[in-house]
């Protein structure tokens, strides 16, 4: 707009608006060094980000000082990933400042929502992990306690999604940080220096310490990110580290014209820090993941050390003041390093520093698939970190004798129970160590933790008696996956409950009052017309993005979450193709008799996945062919929306019908985007696995549709495809059928998914060929639930009703409670 309108709408806004277009006026002469009348979306969005960011850093400063004041105990959340989007919209909706800023931002000449689009994710996370942590950071200020996350500052985040027109994933480079970040805050006085390699020489003068010199020092330097809670002043901190090196570059190198040499080892400092690993599910044994995980424990157990000796308290007292909770088995290396600091540097016996240990440490496991177990090979270990090798070995040392002792000659339980691994080469099980070195140790669902039990930890669990593991379901932020991302929704449901947002909002299981109004017909048709408006702006975004135009008026069903073979895209994606086969059969007449609908995919898989990467091939190959015939697209149409993220995941999320959940039983730990869906009244097709099994607890058997085998069957029925296969011809004709229509290129050329077919064929380790038939009577009865539109919508209401367990603010009371033993310090 001109100077002149701009200035006339200054003229009536409140003084609260008026505070906040002030302060965005403000940032942009000053931060931004611009003029305010001629500045784009990108320069707005900077502007009204930075005068957020005010408030956000006056309230951390504010808690920083009560925790201080108040020496509570506190917990710290050790995990290399926190996927956390987008930070506008939430600051301002946890601030209670969504309306004010929309009002100011209106009268400055702009719209809010597209100021919001400018702002690019934080993408620092692979999936649930990732997302989890982000959750729990919004639950821990939420609810007040005092809980920090230490993280890494990754130039590269999560890798862009890219299709080619032959539907191949092409991975791309994520910048993030091109466009400046206002949501972190450089502390350029928080540095440590992080040693890798050199020598570990043990003392010998019997006390057990040891020397560890030499090898290459890089420095860690810490970036906040204040973390909001919901209507508090409590703003935890998410500090994460980049490294950089030790003193520019090696200037004895430069002067004798090695300038390659010299700028060498400063690379090799950057890399450290340079990139997210986007494997999800799959150790590989590299170097530079190895530093990545010690770089950032030394650096956060530092600074962790640091603020606790500032109180002055014997060392001893560490655990009364600090708990620090192990997010999977990635940071593991602060069990060993937390031994050489009291050992090496506080002169700690060995049996005190264990005492120390084992009381601060607890451990999160989120996985019990094999290959995603890590282990690290002995020589790299030796390398990379000789004295947390050495101290490896003293503490499996120290437990093997313990375990003789309780089960004398059992040579093959110290076998399994032993933290090396023979073979060659000998490597260190992260997750045995993790829990040794833990006062407690926990799943994240119901299902998984005692899988974690009975499975890979079981001769744990016989060693140290069950009190040790514990379960705590996860959650999700009812803020973000709630009135964020489905505001209507949420106003809905204020005024249907007769109780403000922000009280509900903080005690999630008051939903439970909408059980009340599931006949009210007024509810009901103001339930369905909000769905139907999400699944047009659902619409809008993929004609905008990417010039599809897309049938509103059918159902939809999703599928969004790493490309995985044990989340079962194939089985999704076959079933499509059953679909249409089935569809092209009929008459038109009959056709127009069946439920309509739009099938969407997202997700990304590891760059290398083959198998994974086949199956997006394959549906981005029916896509094409299903979309294009006219005798069917009317009543089945299938899509994959490239470059699945947390923001993508806001808009698709409140737009679903029903939502897909197929894991192979015991395989998907917990899941964490099914409750998103529930939250948002979309209703559930599922395995018996994860927390779909919690959620049909809450809602009941009849509002979901649960299909497949059982995990007790999974083994025998693995025996069964390795020893008594039989052809999926005679077992599963369907689905054989289905194979066919593809290798005989009904889809193009067939013999680019053999490899992808054969997974099926030969072996099935995710019983696809044993779930088929039950999976398509599943499909079979939500067609028919859902033309009873009615009977639908209570069915969906009841769900939202129920999803009040699935908060994080209760899963982040119950380790605050159970494990942690902390309390809420509130900010007055
Ligand atoms: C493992 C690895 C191995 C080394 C390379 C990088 C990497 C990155 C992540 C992982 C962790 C895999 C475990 C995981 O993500 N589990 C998911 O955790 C969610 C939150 O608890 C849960 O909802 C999902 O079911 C579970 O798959």
Known sequence: GEEAVWKAGLRDVDAEEKTITNSIVNHVQTSLARQAYNLDNLGAYQAVALSVRDDLIINWNETQLTYSRKAPKRAYYLSLEFLMGRSLDNSILNLGLKDKYAGGVDKLGFNLEDLLDQERDAALGNGGLGRLAACLLDSSSTQELPVWGYGLRYKYGIFKQLISPEGQQLEAPDPWLDHQNPWELPRLDVIYDVRFYGEAKRSSDGSGRAEWSGGQEVVAQAYDVPIPGYHTKNTNNLRLWESKPKSGFDLNSFNAGNYEGAIESSNSAAAITSVLYPNDNTSFGKELRLKQQYFWTAASLADIMRRFKNQDKPISAFPEFIAVQLNDTHPTLAIPELM???????????????????????????????????????????????????????????????????????????????????????????????????????????????LVKTTILKDFVEFYGISRFG?????????????????????????????PKEVWLKDLPKLEGLLAHVDDPELAKTWAEIKQANKERLAHWVQVNLGLKINTNVMYDIQIKRLHEYKRQTLNILGVIHRYLQLKALTPEERKKTNRKAVFFAGKAAPGYYIAKLTIRLIVNVARIINADKDTNEFLSLYFLPDYSVSLAEVLIPSSDIS?????????????????????????????????????????????????HLTPDVEDL??????????????CPALANVLNAVSGGLFGDGGVYEP?????????????????????????????????????????IRTTAKMGKFSTDRAIQDYAQEYWNIESAKVE
């Open 718 to 731: 693995r025996y069964q495809h390795q020893y008594h296969a039989i052809p999926i011809e005679e077992k």
């Open 660 to 708: 897909q959940h197929i894991s192979t039983a015991g395989t998907e730990a917990s899941g964490t985007s099914n409750m998103k869906f529930c939250l948002n009244g979309g209703l559930l097709l599922g395995t018996v696995d994860g927390a779909n099994i919690e959620i049909a607890e809450e809602v009941g058997e009849s509002n979901v549709f649960f299909f497949g």
């Open 340 to 450: 050489r600091i009291l050992i090496d540097e506080e002169d700690q016996t060995w049996d005190k520093a264990w005492d120390i240990v084992t009381n601060t440490f607890f451990y999160t496991n989120h996985t019990v698939l094999p290959e995603a177990l890590e282990k690290w090979p002995v020589p790299l270990l030796q390398h990379v970190l000789p004295r947390h090798m050495q101290i490896i070995f003293d503490i499996n040392l120290f437990f093997m004798g313990q375990v003789e002792k309780k089960f004398p000659g059992d040579r093959e339980r110290l076998a399994r129970m032993s933290l090396i691994e023979e073979g060659s080469p000998q490597q260190v099980r992260m997750a045995h160590l993790a829990c040794i070195g833990s006062r407690r140790v926990n799943g994240v669902a119901e299902l998984h933790s005692d």
């Open 756 to 796: 992808l077919l054969n997974t099926i064929r030969q072996g099935d380790h995710y019983l696809l060929t044993d779930d088929f038939d039950s999976y398509i009577q599943a499909l079979a009865m939500v067609d028919v639930a859902y033309l009873d539109q009615k009977e639908w919508i209570k069915k969906s």
């Open 471 to 499: 379960n705590v379901t996860n959650g999700i932020t009812p803020r973000r996956w709630l009135d964020q991302c489905n505001p209507t929704l949420s106003a809905l449901i204020s005024s249907t409950l007769k109780i």
